[in-house]
């Protein structure tokens, strides 16, 4: 370990030899009193505070508590596509002052180096390091120079590296200070049960805290955060602190608000049951899985989302919906049949909407007429069949960002802006009991964790994570997002560790993205809020032969468990607890029923 040093052999004669120096000139003895003054200035280098005084790039950083050289904890940095998992951290020094920069490392293609240093920044590596070893450079400010960038990164597609230990030896440059207290605190959508909280960046701020009644609430990493847990009809206090290394600001002025009455806040469908099962029904063509007539629906599935409303074609905006032709499906009711069956089940208090899109419905309204003929047509399905809502299923090439569209609270796409502006002008016009439920996939989403858009320089898919902007522009009016949790790659969850379909880890680290929120792309100033937990339901296929990704019964109640109860979690630690988790969606209806109804039975089972 390298903690103590063995006495040295021949204590008289070190003893004589170092008299002697001391008495040979000045010049030694002033070097050795200005070395005395050196201290390791490198902020939290052994990672026992987590990644407290680091920046990671993409959300590739995480502390682990093994493989550590010593302590409780080391850094693992875990290279993906076109990011090396650079963490690194600035500090104040001194000018024309002379630094060493070592760190403990292991596993392939490890980096150590420093920049802005303000004379020739420097940098070491190794190749492969099987176990601990150490990393060694140094370098001299410039005359001008103030701070300098320490950091330690893998390389391109490599597998995951480790840095333990990490100091900056060298006399320290004029401390730094707790940030500034935080401004303009308010409280935003507020729910039965949670209030929304944002406010101003501060700057040098790494982190916040957020106090309700004067308790630590939680610590987030920008400039808002949802708190849940409240009592409804409740007036609830909450302050802010800004924090970084050294320590915290002082709390904020303090903002009040009252949570709803029960049943209030998001978008429609208050009445919806606690947990509530979401399935599609296919009503406009046939498949494998056959036909299944609302009437036959079974009183289990609580939302009924009608697959699918098409448009005339691509860029239209113009969206048609109309039963299965009887060549098609020979037992498909009629139209007066399938709207009384619709009336009964909203008697018996279930949801039926109108999904829009599909796997081979593909709905970009790239222009503003397109805009308005899909707030038409789409009113027009609505009112004839008398539904509760709208489903937004877009896929394939529906949405994509344009190059520059870099910020998801602020869209300039005009697919994505003009589907916004649709959805609220619908909203607007049928009211508070207007049902909104999206089900995107895991890549328009999830994966903007790591990617947004094109990606700052182009050359990303420009779909990666274009869902986030429509989610978070309609997240007041959003009844419930079930994404996809299917037909999905690898997918890296906020532990940074890729997750793949099939099992409950998957929908576990999946789930607790959307309900903790996260930096998009790895930008800590760009944070995607977390969504309540009443408006999240997970996406799962019905049968294998629904889609790929199928989860046996089994694992779908270990998901359950873990986000409910933090039970049977597995490998991965949630960052919460969510029993108000609204509950599942599937794909399909008549593939459930093709299966036996063996989905529709185990939630049922489950939740009682």
Known sequence: MERTRRP???????????????TAGGLVAAAQTARAADADIARNGGFESGLTGWSCTAGSGGVVTTPVHSGSGALKGTPAGSDNAKCSQTLTVKPDSAYTLSSWVRGGYVYLGASGTGTTDVSTWTQSASDWQKLTTSFRTGPSTTS??????????TPAYYADDLTLVGPGG?????????????????????????????????????????????DVSGTSATVTGLSPATAYSFQVAATNATGASTLSPAVTATTSAPGGGGGGGADLPA????????????????????????ASWDVINLAFGEPTSVTSGDIRFSLCPVAECPNVESAAEFKAAIKAKQAAGKKVLISIGGANGQVQLSTTAARDAFVSSVSKIIDEYGLDGLDIDFEGHSLSLNTGDTDFRNPTTPVVVNLISAIKTLKAKYGADF?????????????????????????????????LPVIHALRDDLTLLHVQDYNSGPIMGLDNQYHSMGGADFHIAMTDMLLTGFPVAGDTTKVFPALRPDQVAIGLPASTQAGNGHTSPAEVNKALNCLTKKTDCGSYQTHGTWPALRGLMTWSINWDRFNQWEFSKNFDAYFG
């Open 8 to 22: 040295a052999p021949y204590p008289r004669l070190v003893a004589a030899l170092a008299a002697a120096v001391l």
């Open 148 to 157: 300098v960038t320490v950091y330690t990164h893998g390389w391109y597609g």
């Open 275 to 298: 947990h509530a099962l979401v399935g599609y029904l296919h009503s406009s063509f046939a498949n494998g899985s056959g036909y299944t007539r609302m009437a036959d629906v079974p």
């Open 174 to 218: 004029t401390p730094e200070q707790p940030p500034a207290v935080p401004t303009g605190l308010r409280a935003g959508t507020v729910t039965s049960t949670s209030v929304a909280l944002s406010w101003a960046p501060v700057t040098g701020a790494t982190g916040y805290t957020v106090y309700r009644g004067g308790t630590r609430a939680l």
């Open 435 to 467: 049902v909104l439920t999206m089900a995107p996939e895991t890549f328009f989403v999830q994966l903007g964790y790591q990617f947004y858009g094109s990606g700052p320089w182009g050359g990303q898919d420009p779909r990666a994570g274009s869902y």
